[in-house]
């Protein structure tokens, strides 16, 4: 970190990093090594705030899958990985968390040009907790074993926890780098080997993250990186009958994809981190000031592209005045613009894709005679960021009420009783987080204890750890992402029994 987390990234840094990703084409990271692809086929990597060419990357296809899936394969039943002990592996993922932290300001720099946001989030939440995460798995590595068991009879039994093998990973491009190190340490601290398949809107992070497994020690073929498109790199990774798991974070519909393939080609183990439209409620006895920031903090950070962003706001009739009036100076104050401004709040949406599809919300919302509160708009003239949005008088049935929007735009909701808001706030085919603001405990655990929810926040928002698992019920996906929950997808457990004789 530069001696001020509060300045600009060097200018130095900045020309750096420019110069050395818009060499053309970039190659995969196959086997702690370059590797060129076997067509020329490639695609643009933009930078969201300016909407120039930040990279051109290759787009890997079956090809090279399969060449990294061989890697990953050699890796894991022969290479010099397979005799590291737990304790090995722990090391190795200490060293990979200091030299990441090491060279944090360059990744926080490097994900702010791919993704757009902003260098003070990246400084104090994507860099840290990708750090933590590393921490934290270091940690579990030797401490991954069975357990004896006594059944009736003459035996004795005891249970291996066993790596699952080659673990694919398919991320999306909200938090590139951290996303990546969620599924890296649980698999690394398995013993697992894998081949990640980053976004194809921000790749850079997680080559540049192969880079540092290499230079922390990390064996040929532990951990390869195909970048590609979905549909192709995504998809051959999904169907390779060699691949053991595949972790996958995205849109549901993709997930019904990773299921599909996954069933058909090996019954391969499948863990989904999907989307969501997570209630955030707030009882009349809330403290109204925590509550704003809390909801401001669910909605806003990360633009909105937060897979948990608490998108519908429900208010009760009493505060419904008082809590919107501060929530739209606070919107309205928020600094939206250049992520490198150390000042800047709010930062560019990941794509021209990404901006269309939430101004389209935002009409969407206007036409079924919702109030625009403030906001509503594209902000600036160039580079894809949109103005805070709130929405009034919003109803159930509406599309921006329903659908996942993952922007800058929420949703208010009035409701009248605390039975009502359960059930309304349950009525959604997403189950991935919710919040409830109270100052009655009471109330706030038998709420917490009604929501179908993976995570409920009571009185914060957002609050991430390690340590805590996290993940979804319903179309949210399923299987749980840090942790000690998370080594449960990535190992398996064999019994073994031993006659002791009559
Ligand atoms: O997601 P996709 P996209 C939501 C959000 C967003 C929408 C579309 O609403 O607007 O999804 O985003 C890879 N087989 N979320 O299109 O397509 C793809 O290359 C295998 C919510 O980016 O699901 C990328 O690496 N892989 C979300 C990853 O899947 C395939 C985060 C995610 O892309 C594939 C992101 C296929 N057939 C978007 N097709 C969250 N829950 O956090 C694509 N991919």
Known sequence: MPASVSARPESALLEQIKNRWSREPLQHFIDNRWVENSTRETFEVVNPATEERLAVCASGGKAEIDRAVSAARKAFESGPYRKWSGRDRGKFLRRLADLVEKHAEELATLECLNNGKPIAELRAVDLPMTVEVLHYYSGWADKVHGETIQPPGNYFVYTRREPMGVCGSITAWNFPLLLTSWKFGPAIAGGNTMVHKPPEQAPLSSLRFAELCREAGLPDGVFNVVTGLGETAGEALTRHPDVDKVGFTGHYQTGQLVMKAAAESNLKRVSLELGG??????????????????????????????????????????????????????????????????????????????????????????????????????????????????????????????????????????????????????????????????????????????????????????????????????????????????????????????????
Not at 367 to 373: R, T
Not at 389 to 414: C, H, K, N, W, Y
């Open 277 to 502: 439209k997570s209630p955030n409620i707030i009882l009349d006895d809330a403290d109204l000031d925590l509550a704003v920031r809390g909801t401001l903090t669910g909605i806003f950070f990360n633009q909105g592209e937060v897979c948990c962003a608490g998108s519908r706001l429900f208010l009760p009739k009493k505060l419904h005045d008082p809590f919107l009036d501060r929530l739209v100076s606070a919107a309205n104050a928020r600094k939206v613009g250049d992520p490198l401004d150390p000042k800047t709040e709010q930062g560019a949406q990941i794509s021209q894709e990404q901006f269309d599809k939430i101004l389209g919300y935002i009409e969407k919302g206007k036409a079924e005679g919702a109030k625009l509160a403030s906001g509503g708009a594209r902000c600036g003239e160039r580079g894809y960021f949109v103005r805070p949005t709130i929405f009034d008088g919003v109803q159930d049935e509406m599309a921006i009420a329903r659908e996942e929007i993952f922007g800058p735009v929420i949703s208010v909701l009035p409701y009248e009783s605390l039975d009502e808001v359960a059930q309304r706030a349950n009525a959604t085919c997403y189950g991935l987080g919710a919040a409830v603001f109270t100052q009655n405990v009471q109330k706030a655990h038998s709420l917490a204890a009604k929501l179908k929810s993976g995570t409920v926040w009571i009185n914060c928002y957002n609050a991430f750890d390690a340590s805590v698992p996290f993940g979804g019920y319903k179309m949210s996906g399923f299987g749980r992402e840090l942790g000690q929950h998370a080594l449960e997808l990535y190992t398996q457990v064999k019994a073994v029994w031993l006659n002791l004789g009559s």
